[in-house]
């Protein structure tokens, strides 16, 4: 017995109503499909449409604002470029960190015993090739100001990094003064010596210390017979700031009059460092606005803080 074939709703004969003519366009086929389809599959033909449109909608919508955060943050992604994947791009084809680098660049381009030709060429190298976050020229002014009116026989740094600073406060110094240079990182260490020996200071002048700046704080009188601190200037890690000047404090080498001066307090920051400040009553302070170095339209400054003794 032969089964009985079951025609089914799927199957619909507009082929026959549209001839294959030039006529019978993708679009009359398409309303032949959607007139016989089901209901049901009509409706969610429609809301899938519907929801396209909306989704569409919804993204020109944010599309302004998308424009207007890029546009506000353009400086932060400008950063980002230049510290971040211009950095990962060049550590893969030269094999030598950042700090190498500019290190070759200013062992080529700088006169060896002249700091201010080796500051001048960092300076040119971090503006035109490649980022590190120096003081910089400009804050660097107010460095050399605050040295030059205090003139400081002992010197705390905190961050030696690349030893950009370290020469540059190494510089100002009266003779028989000294700066003992604090940095954990031991490659960038071995650049900073190299730095520093380049534009003429020898152990004398620049004490390099290679050890976390929280191990050498409660030892400098003991290991160096520092009795007394004239000038900190901390750049290294903003989360040390705080913990590091309670430790300055306890240890007994902050006199009257000292002076610290802390980079970047307003970007990347160091709020916590500066509540402590204000709320101490410990300190004089004044906060220089700038520019983040080497970057145009990104908000910093540096902490100048002056050390009025226990009360």
Same mark, same amino acid.
């Given at each position: 017995?032969?089964?009985? $074939? @079951?025609?089914?709703?799927?199957?619909?004969?507009?082929? %026959?109503?549209?001839?294959?003519?030039?006529?019978?366009?993708?679009?009359?086929?398409?309303?032949?499909?959607?007139?016989?389809?089901?209901?049901?599959?009509?409706?969610?033909?429609?809301?899938?449409?519907?929801?396209?449109? @909306?989704?569409?909608?919804?993204? #020109?919508?944010?599309?302004?604002? #998308?424009?207007?955060?890029?546009?506000?943050?353009?400086?932060?992604?400008?950063?980002?470029?230049?510290? @971040?994947?211009?950095?990962?791009?060049?550590?893969?084809?030269?094999?030598?960190?950042?700090?190498?680098?500019?290190?070759?660049?200013?062992?080529?381009?700088?006169?060896?015993?002249?700091?201010? %030709?080796?500051?001048?060429? !960092?300076?040119?190298?971090?503006?035109? $090739?490649? !980022?590190?976050?120096?003081?910089?020229?400009?804050?660097?002014?107010?460095?050399?100001?605050?040295?030059?009116?205090?003139?400081?026989?002992?010197?705390?740094?905190?961050?030696?990094?690349?030893?950009?600073?370290?020469?540059?406060?190494?510089?100002?110094?009266?003779?028989?003064?000294?700066?003992?240079?604090?940095?954990?990182?031991?490659?960038?260490?071995?650049?900073?010596?190299?730095?520093?020996?380049?534009?003429?200071?020898?152990?004398?002048?620049?004490?390099?210390? $290679?050890?976390?700046?929280?191990?050498?704080?409660?030892?400098?009188?003991?290991?160096?017979?520092?009795?007394?601190?004239?000038?900190?200037?901390?750049?290294?890690?903003?989360?040390?700031?705080?913990?590091?000047?309670?430790?300055?404090?306890?240890?007994?080498?902050?006199?009257?009059?000292?002076?610290?001066?802390?980079?970047? @307090?307003? !970007?990347?920051?160091?709020?916590?460092?500066?509540?402590? $400040?204000?709320?101490?009553? #410990?300190?004089?302070?004044?906060?220089?606005?700038?520019?983040?170095?080497?970057?145009?339209?990104?908000?910093?400054?540096?902490?100048?803080?002056?050390?009025?003794?226990?009360?």
């Amino acid at each position: 017995m032969t089964p009985a $074939v @079951v025609e089914s709703d799927w199957h619909f004969p507009y082929s %026959s109503i549209l001839p294959s003519s030039p006529a019978a366009t993708p679009e009359l086929h398409l309303l032949a499909c959607q007139t016989f389809l089901p209901e049901s599959l009509r409706n969610s033909i429609t809301s899938q449409r519907s929801g396209r449109m @909306v989704s569409g909608a919804i993204a #020109l919508a944010f599309l302004p604002l #998308l424009l207007t955060l890029i546009i506000r943050y353009r400086h932060y992604f400008v950063l980002f470029y230049r510290a @971040v994947l211009v950095r990962i791009v060049k550590d893969c084809l030269t094999g030598l960190s950042r700090e190498e680098r500019a290190f070759q660049y200013v062992l080529t381009h700088a006169t060896p015993g002249d700091a201010d %030709s080796i500051l001048d060429t !960092f300076d040119q190298w971090c503006s035109k $090739v490649e !980022f590190i976050s120096n003081i910089g020229p400009k804050k660097g002014k107010v460095l050399d100001r605050i040295l030059t009116e205090n003139c400081p026989l002992n010197v705390l740094e905190l961050g030696a990094h690349c030893g950009y600073s370290t020469v540059r406060m190494a510089r100002l110094l009266a003779i028989g003064a000294r700066i003992y240079s604090v940095e954990m990182d031991e490659h960038n260490a071995v650049v900073a010596e190299k730095i520093v020996r380049l534009a003429g200071f020898d152990d004398d002048t620049v004490e390099l210390i $290679v050890r976390p700046s929280d191990e050498v704080i409660p030892r400098l009188r003991e290991d160096f017979g520092v009795e007394r601190l004239d000038f900190v200037f901390m750049d290294h890690w903003k989360r040390c700031y705080l913990p590091d000047l309670q430790l300055l404090e306890g240890s007994g080498l902050l006199g009257e009059g000292t002076v610290i001066l802390a980079d970047n @307090v307003i !970007f990347p920051g160091a709020p916590n460092f500066l509540r402590h $400040v204000k709320k101490s009553g #410990l300190y004089e302070y004044r906060v220089h606005r700038a520019t983040l170095e080497y970057i145009r339209g990104i908000r910093d400054g540096m902490a100048e803080l002056t050390y009025l003794g226990v009360k």
